[in-house]
């Protein structure tokens, strides 16, 4: 049991290339969710997915689209990345009691 | 959701309780308390939450004061492993949004 994974653990990328984060989750959860932490900061929410093929908008959801490819997988993708688009991306999957589980991250840094 | 405050840093010797708390005077009763933490650069790990009554599990223990108002996480033999930063948050039990505070740091001394 994985729990959530997340690939790559690392990118660079320059300014305007595009690129997907891939998240996957082996709990059988319905709900998944994809955050952004800046340096010193706390969590902001992107985007979620209440169950399979149901997505809706988080508090800071522009420039980024996401897809729920089915129950296991929730990816985001960056169609033209910016330098404030720098952080650490955070899936997580929600669980039977409404806890949240997170996976290890994704570093990203635009430059 | 209501909103929470929590002291800034905390220090803990190495084997003691630490007891971490959390103001929340504005809680509704179908509001629940979570509490997560973030060790340095790894994401956030789930810890405990509780309605009303006290909770407990392998990790923590969960005191609610009898007026909701606030609460206590106390990590019975604290070490150095530990070291993070420890959210409290307040909301309904369904909501999807999950907004992290700035936290208390928790440094646990040897």
């Known amino acids: 049991n994985a729990g959530v994974t997340q690939t790559p653990k690392f990118q660079v990328l320059k300014t305007g290339q595009s690129m997907t984060l891939q998240c996957a989750q082996d709990m059988n959860h319905n709900s998944m969710y994809w955050y952004r932490q800046d340096p010193g900061m706390g969590l902001r929410l992107i985007y979620y997915s209440a169950s399979e093929g149901t997505t809706d908008k988080g508090e800071v959801p522009n420039g980024y689209n996401v897809s729920r490819l089915n129950k296991r997988e929730f990816s985001l993708r960056l169609e033209s990345a910016a330098p404030s688009q720098t952080s650490v991306y955070f899936c997580?999957?929600?669980?039977?009691?409404?806890?949240?589980?997170f996976g290890p991250g994704t570093r990203l840094t635009v430059t | 959701d209501a909103k929470t405050t929590q002291p800034t840093s905390m220090d803990c010797a190495e084997g003691r309780a630490a007891n971490l708390p959390c103001n929340h005077s504005t809680i509704s009763g179908n509001e629940y308390v979570y509490w997560y933490r973030q060790i340095h650069s790894q994401g956030p790990q789930y810890i405990i939450h509780g309605l009303k009554n006290n909770e407990t599990n392998e990790m923590a223990s969960l005191i609610i004061t009898e007026d909701r108002k606030s609460s206590t996480l106390i990590l019975p033999h604290a070490t150095l492993r530990d070291t993070a930063v420890y959210y409290c948050i307040v909301r309904v039990s369904y909501g999807n949004k999950l907004v992290f505070g700035a936290g208390t740091i928790l440094r646990v001394k040897s």
């Open positions: 997580a999957s929600l669980g039977r009691t409404y806890e949240q589980y």
